[in-house]
Structures are given as structure tokens and as C-alpha cells.
């Protein structure tokens, strides 16, 4: 079996600004990010306790917050679709399984949301698009 690397977030609570909605409309209140992204295993099994050595997630974050917060949405897709972008800013990531929904959906209950899944060679178009 080969070596596997995952950086896992889940449950985020982000604040985006997401739809159109009218009068009796349900406007979900919370909306839940989980990303895993893979990422080289040598950048998880170090040989010295050095921030240097890993993947440094923070500004990642601080970015998808960022983007969360950028303005008005029409889509959960173009969410999607933008942090895709920042993964794919990062030279660490290799493939990434994204996954944002959005509560409640109707009469208080339920969730509702998106799920991506973004191999290598996509990645890599993305990369290559954003040069």
C-alpha cells in the first residue's frame, strides 16, 4: 500500500452571502465547509519537530474566510469553485474533496450542499489557467 497524506477540515462555519431569497423564502442561517486535501507524506512524516518541514494550513484558512466574505454570491458552486482556486495556489496539494452545504432547508431542518471532488491532472488546469 503506498503512503497517503490528508489535511482534513471539517465543520468550518463559514459567512457567506449566498442566493436570493423572498418573502417566505427559508434563508439558511449556518454554512458548513469540509475540505480534505492530499498532500505529499513528506510533508507529515518529518524527521524534526520544524513548521518548516509541513504543510502550513493557516493562511489557507485565512484565505477561504477571506472568500467567504468577498461579497454577494449567487451560487454555492462559485464558492466552491473560488476556493478551489486557492487550493490549487498551493504547490503542496495534490487532490482535494470539498464539500459545502447550507442549513436549515425547509421547516428548520435539514442540509443541503455541494460536493467536488478535484483529481491532479484538474488541479493542475487549474494552475495552469490562473498563469
Known amino acids: ?21 423572498g418573502p417566505g423564502d427559508v434563508v439558511p442561517d449556518t454554512h458548513i465547509l469540509d475540505l480534505s486535501l492530499a498532500i505529499d507524506p513528506a510533508l507529515v512524516l518529518i524527521d524534526t519537530d520544524d513548521m518548516g518541514r509541513v504543510f502550513d494550513y493557516d493562511p489557507l484558512v485565512a484565505e477561504i474566510d477571506r472568500l467567504a466574505r468577498d461579497g454577494h454570491y449567487a451560487t454555492q458552486e462559485r464558492l466552491i469553485t473560488r476556493i478551489t482556486a486557492a487550493c490549487a495556489a498551493e504547490p503542496a496539494i495534490r487532490s482535494l474533496d470539498i464539500h459545502l452545504r447550507k442549513r436549515p432547508v425547509l421547516d428548520g431542518t435539514g442540509t443541503l450542499g455541494i460536493r467536488l471532488q478535484v483529481d491532479a ?8 489557467d490562473a498563469n
Open 121 to 128: 491532472a484538474t488541479l493542475d488546469r487549474f494552475r495552469t
Open 1 to 21: 500500500m503506498a503512503c497517503l497524506a490528508t489535511v482534513e477540515l471539517t465543520a468550518l462555519e463559514i459567512a457567506p452571502e449566498i442566493g436570493t431569497y
